[in-house]
């Protein structure tokens, strides 16, 4: 590096700080091809505002400070004025302390409305007010923190028809996300790309101390994957777990287990392309009468594309590990062989069989009862469970493939809490 910075002439080192291609990181630099949304998504910290304000800089800016360039009117959308204002205009990352001196433009306050020297304008929004948006016309547009707009589809909406000038309109969504449908069907658009960082990625901008904090309060969490990973955590209609659900079994009190047992739910086949096997370690603290019993997710084992042999052993891992009491095994697809796949490994292994006798999502209703209730606690680290549980809703799963992780669980809360005897649905059990 010191080599290349002495080869540059005094221009070059002045303008070198102004030359953002130089400095950006991989999701800050708009991906190739026709696109019409270019969506940043990443944590909290991760560079999403500058990200924004440098892509802003070229479609305004020309070869030289008074030359046109590939757009002139803009729109800067934020929740509120206030918000766009002193983020996207006038923030650390925002596009005046972006801009360099001979081209840097001039927030005119009366008009909400920044002006190029070369003539090009971004007027700033409120998406409070959508019908804002009627009637003005723009070449590109810029939209920061999308998923927490309080009328996003309408913004978005209005926008869209607004988004209207030139050959190629284009715009940045710059956000951490959340569950909303409007995120979402941007997302989905074909004509969308996207990019993604996690807070981590823009480290050296970041305080160390700030970061050691958050990671340490939320990493493992889904709210950390969230706001940490910038992870869109998804939420079916009507699901029976919500993202306030998680969060509270992620917080709640620790539990001292007096049981504890790995659940498992065999794949089908066992091919990379299958389904996965569940395995899932859950204690249970009954000390005194039930209505006071409480439980703890301990371990999320699962795993993917595993022989039988493979899965059996990992079930039997944690089942040493956390000094559970049995295996509780669905035989549904198997039969008597899974049994058999496990004691093969081993032949003195405690195991309960159990088959269902009911659908999957009347299965979880009662499991589900039990978070509502706060009895069931999570450690750290569970966010692929937690994805299929927050996908399970009253009309059924509404995810991809089978909830393997999910009805593992089902199956250890049903053993330990919802009905140690083995009577819930008359499923037909058999310890051995």
């Known amino acids: 590096m010191d080599g290349f910075l002495a080869g540059l002439s005094e221009n070059a080192l002045l303008a070198l700080p102004w030359i953002f291609e130089f400095w950006a990181l991989p999701h800050q630099v708009p991906p190739a091809g026709a696109w019409k949304t270019w969506v940043v998504m990443g944590g909290r ?3 999403k505002t500058r990200a924004g304000s440098e892509w802003v800089r070229s479609m305004v800016e020309g070869g030289t400070p008074l030359a046109a360039g590939r757009a002139s009117r803009l729109a800067l959308v934020a929740e509120t004025v206030d918000q766009a204002r002193e983020v996207m205009v006038m923030g650390d990352s925002g596009i005046l ?28 929004f409120s998406a409070h007010d959508p019908e804002s948006l009627r009637g003005p016309q723009f070449d590109a547009a810029w939209a920061d923190e999308l998923a927490k707009w309080s009328k996003g589809r309408e913004a978005w909406d209005q926008l869209q028809f607004a988004l209207r000038l030139g050959r190629n309109p284009q715009q940045v969504v710059t956000t951490t996300p959340r569950n909303v449908d409007v995120l979402k069907a941007i997302l989905k658009n074909p004509s969308t790309v996207i990019t993604h960082a996690p807070t981590e990625a823009n480290r050296a901008w970041l305080a160390e101390s700030f970061l050691a904090e958050v990671q340490a309060r939320y990493a493992g969490t889904s709210l950390g994957r969230q706001e940490l990973e910038g992870v869109l955590v998804e939420e079916a209609e009507g699901a029976l777990w919500t993202p306030a659900m998680i969060a509270a079994a992620q917080a709640a009190p620790e539990v001292r287990p007096s049981r504890v047992v790995v659940a498992v739910d065999p794949p089908v086949t066992a091919t990379k392309a299958s389904d996965e096997c569940g395995i899932v370690v859950v204690g249970a603290d009954l000390r005194g009468p039930p209505a006071a019993w409480r439980a703890v997710v301990l371990a999320d084992r699962s795993v993917k594309g595993a022989s039988p042999d493979g899965w059996a052993r990992a079930a039997l891992a944690a089942l040493e590990e956390f000094g559970a009491e049995r295996l509780v095994v669905e035989v549904n697809q198997g039969g008597d062989l899974v049994a058999q796949v496990v004691r093969q490994s081993d032949p003195l292994a405690p195991i309960r069989e159990v088959r269902a006798m009911r659908g999957k999502m009347l299965r979880a209703e009662p499991v589900a009862a039990l978070y509502e209730q706060g009895r069931v606690a999570h450690v750290r680290g569970l966010q692929a469970l937690e994805a299929q549980m927050m996908k399970m809703a009253r009309t059924g799963w509404e995810g991809s493939g089978s909830p393997d992780r999910l009805d593992a669980l089902v199956w250890a809360l049903t053993e330990l ?16």
């Open 97 to 124: 302390a972006c801009s360099p001196p001979d081209r840097r433009p001039e927030w005119v306050a009366g008009r909400k409305t920044l002006v190029w020297p070369n003539g090009a304008e971004a007027q700033v």
């Open 417 to 432: 809490m919802v009905d140690p005897t083995g009577r819930i649905g008359r499923p037909a059990v058999r310890t051995i």
């Open 45 to 47: 910290g991760a560079g």
